[in-house]
């Protein structure tokens, strides 16, 4: 169960990164004056999928090896897992390059709030 544990720690550590680079390529995208892309929007997918295998390590780390030192950490890893998803809902009617712009933001939102989970582990 160990190895668990350092599962979650290190894929923590990727979330942040990858959301980073999302919110830039993001950011970017809205520079250009460009929507979405195809691959942009795969790239979201990808990081929610990989939010809720980060939740489930943590799950098992939970349920098996030890409890939460501190609630917050849980509450940041809900955060993590709803924000893009929410974020994604919000800005259907915007225009393109909003989209990407604002997609940008709250991916780098996002990557704040893993930051906070690491910090509360």
Known sequence: MDA?????????YALVLYYVAVGIWGLFLGIRGSGPSPGFRGA????VIASLAQGGLGLLVMLFL??????????????IVL????AVSL???????GQSVALGFA???TAGLA???IITA
């Open 44 to 47: 979201i997918a990808v990081a």
């Open 66 to 79: 030890r409890p939460l030192a501190d609630a917050l950490h849980a509450l940041y890893g809900v955060a």
């Open 4 to 12: 668990v544990l350092s599962l979650h720690g290190r894929v923590a």
């Open 91 to 97: 800005v259907r009617d915007r225009a393109p390059r």
């Open 83 to 86: 924000a893009m998803p929410f």
């Open 115 to 117: 930051i906070r989970g």
């Open 107 to 109: 991916a780098l939102f």
